[in-house]
């Protein structure tokens, strides 16, 4: 009769006088199975009807709170801002510097004495035991290399004082070079011409100049006025035959304070005793190894080099290794500071942990009205979370533009491109919401374990 | 044999294989208090608040607790709405028992089981009177717009339609005992409990709230009111007075 016995005892269970409309449900403590599926589906509806009620209540409490909200979100849009300017200028800064070393394009490299970097001493004294790169070496280049498209001479002159009259400008840049480096360069004119190829044969005093010789030699003459004119360049008296195009400054520096003369006129008046450096174009970017193997091999050959040796004797380098200095000397300082700006961004999550533990004070009585009426410590805990993560994300959003526009008046007055992104403005929404969910976790857990009892207690 | 014809032949079959032991020790009644002690630590001493109280409340009474302050019974009314738990004894509700469980299973019993009514009314008051009604249901999960039809209903069984947008602020105090005890009342719980409900209000918006309470009564909520005013006590069916941690007496009045 143990069935029995059950039944009976079930039955008095059943007899219970308490019964609404829902307990019809099997009886939670002598059913163990249906206290463990009801909770997960509670949760799942949960999750809608309790966040939106978390937002909104976000919202409200943002709107009760102007001035507090208000500072709150300062501190967080200086702090994304002020990283998203440093961000947005950096990648304006390395746009400019690209585009500029690279004005030669993809397809040139150059043979030299020297690389263009030394970084040691030692480096230094055994690249100057190497033998000088002479006009030789770009005959025999032009000559044997049957895949280069274009080759060029350039001797570099140091900085000459140039007159004209009794105006002077010092510091020019004198580059004496063949007639196909003007191609190979991309020089265009604003007026007058190239060195003819008789000019260039005789070693004719014929100059093309840069527009600040205008400038500085001519009181800013119009182009064509200076043509026919000469300019003294070590003593000697040079006829101006054409004006190169504007390039532009270059961290300040001026790309235009030069003057382009026949190489054979320069060796005529300093000698050939320098070295000099052999630029090479490849038709196209996908030639450009093949080009360079090629010069590689011929250049070895003339240094007697034979394939055991390592040091090629000359420095063969494209325009990349200004980059690649440029890359190396700015990426510390970029990461310096890109911290330095993140630090305000950690001192506006301080300030946003400030504020949601007064309000967590201040809402003690709200908790426990909140918790009275069925809301689990998670309820709490997100509603409170949800609520720095909001303002924080909208402090975000609005330092993303403060940012954007702060590196639109430093690019303007700065004079280099303005590169928005749309990675970096979500990146700062991202990170400002992160801020405020490592923010919010303290006081929302703080908030979250209150006792009901005490939390009703409070003033 | 006579008592298992009471329940169906399905009921029977799916309580059939829970243990005898566990079956025997739930109770019959919808509040069942066992030998209940709570006991604070205050400093090295040991305060009992209550000492063994137990006692039972069937479905649709209506039960003061009476006693003067420091007796025990704000205590007793904190374990009773699941808003502690005891340091000894059982608790159970609705047949649940409640002195075992953690902090979310009482959010969830006070959620679905007890509807509070608060002296100082305890209402949001940056929201309206529907939202405060809707925020039980909020936390038990219903979708928006069942929860606003149940809200609209509550507040509308306590004659507070025209006042459903107006926040705390805005209303009167009888009017905001009467949003709280919508809200109270609107995820149907087990209990109605109710702590000094008029102790802030006048003399006659307290009779309003008792007479409304009378009325639920009526209808059959089971309501349960925690008092040191005796002419509100004597309202209620069954008066238990709280001594010293103890139950003094237990009087049916009708």
Same mark, same amino acid.
């Given at each position: 009769m143990q069935a029995e016995d059950t039944a009976d005892g079930d039955a008095k269970t059943l007899k219970l006088p308490g019964t609404r409309s829902d307990s019809a449900e099997p009886h939670p403590t002598s059913s163990p199975q249906s206290t463990k599926t009801k909770p997960p589906s509670r949760r799942r509806s949960l999750a809608g009807s309790a966040l939106w009620e978390s937002f909104r209540v976000a919202i409200s409490s943002l709107r009760a709170n102007k001035l507090r909200a208000g500072l709150t979100l300062i501190g967080i849009i200086v702090g994304v801002s002020a990283v998203i300017a440093v961000v947005t200028i950096i990648k304006g800064l390395d746009q400019t510097v690209a585009s500029t070393f690279s004005s030669q394009g993809s397809t040139v490299f150059s043979i030299s004495k020297?690389?263009?970097?030394?970084?040691?001493r030692e480096d230094f004294l055994r690249f100057n035991k190497r033998k000088d790169v002479t006009d030789e070496d770009w005959d025999a280049i032009a000559r044997l290399c049957t895949s280069c498209w274009r080759t060029g001479l350039t001797a570099n002159v140091p900085r000459e004082t140039v007159k004209h009259g009794d105006q002077k400008s010092d510091e020019v840049t004198i580059q004496a070079i063949t007639i196909s480096m003007f191609d190979i360069n991309a020089v265009n004119l604003d007026a007058g011409r190239y060195f003819s190829d008789s000019e260039y044969a005789a070693g004719r005093e014929a100059a093309v100049v840069g527009p600040d010789i205008l400038e500085n030699l001519f009181g800013g003459a119009p182009p064509d006025s200076v043509i026919g004119k000469d300019v003294r360049i070590a003593g000697h008296a040079f006829e101006i035959i054409g004006v190169a195009e504007k390039k532009g400054k270059i961290f300040g520096f001026s790309r235009d304070n030069l003057i382009y003369i026949p190489y054979t006129s320069f060796e005529r008046i300093y000698g050939a005793r320098k070295s000099l450096v052999v630029f090479i174009q490849a038709a196209s970017a996908e030639q450009l190894t093949e080009v360079q193997d090629q010069v590689r091999a011929i250049m070895r050959n003339r240094r007697g080099r034979t394939f055991r040796d390592t040091d090629d004797g000359f420095a063969l380098e494209t325009q990349d290794v200004f980059l690649d200095l440029y890359g190396k000397a700015t990426s510390n300082i970029y990461i310096v500071t890109i911290g330095v700006a993140a630090i305000s961004l950690v001192v506006g999550g301080i300030v946003v942990m400030n504020i949601m533990l007064v309000s967590v004070t201040e809402r003690t009585r709200e908790i426990g009205i909140r918790k009275a009426v069925g809301a689990r410590q998670t309820d709490i805990l997100r509603q409170f979370l949800i609520e720095a993560v909001t303002v924080t994300s909208i402090g975000g959003a609005i330092g993303v533009l403060t940012g954007f526009g702060l590196a639109y008046l430093i690019s303007m007055a700065m004079g280099f491109p303005l590169l928005l992104s749309i990675n970096s403005a979500l990146l700062g929404v991202g990170v400002s919401s992160l801020v405020g969910i490592i923010s919010g976790l303290w006081p929302a857990w703080r908030a979250a374990r209150l006792h009901p009892i005490d939390a009703l207690r409070a003033e | 044999m006579s008592d298992a014809t009471l329940a169906t032949s399905e009921e029977t079959a799916a309580l059939a294989d829970v243990p005898l032991l566990v079956s025997e020790s739930v109770p019959a009644s919808l509040i069942s208090m066992r030998d209940i002690w709570k006991t604070y630590q205050m400093g090295s001493e040991e305060v009992h608040a209550l000492h063994g109280v137990s006692f039972e409340v069937q479905k649709g009474e209506y039960l003061a607790i009476i006693g003067p302050s420091g007796s025990g019974k704000s205590t007793l009314m904190n374990l009773i709405g699941c808003l502690d738990t005891p340091s000894k004894g059982e608790y159970w509700i609705n047949g649940k028992n409640v002195s075992e469980m953690d902090d979310d299973e009482l959010a969830r019993i006070r959620n679905k089981e007890v509807g509070f009514v608060f002296q100082t009314f305890n209402?949001?008051?940056? @929201?309206?009177s529907l939202h405060n009604v809707e925020l039980p249901l909020i936390y038990s999960g219903m979708g928006s717009g069942e929860r606003h039809e149940k809200a609209k209903q509550a507040l509308a069984s306590v004659d507070l339609t025209d006042r459903m947008m107006h926040k705390p602020n805005e209303l009167s105090g009888g009017q905001r005992q009467r949003v709280a005890i919508a809200r109270a009342l609107v995820n149907h719980p087990s209990i109605l409990l109710a702590d000094?409900?008029?102790? @802030?209000?006048d003399t006659h918006t307290s009779t309003d709230i008792m007479n409304l309470f009378e009325k639920l009564h009526a209808e059959g909520n089971t309501i349960i009111v925690v008092t040191h005013e005796p002419d509100i006590a004597a309202r209620a069916h069954r008066v238990i007075s709280i001594r010293d941690g103890m139950i003094e007496k237990d009087d049916r009045l009708k």
């Open positions: 020297r690389p263009q970097i030394i970084t040691s | 209402l949001l008051a940056r @929201a309206t000094e409900p008029t102790g @802030a209000l």
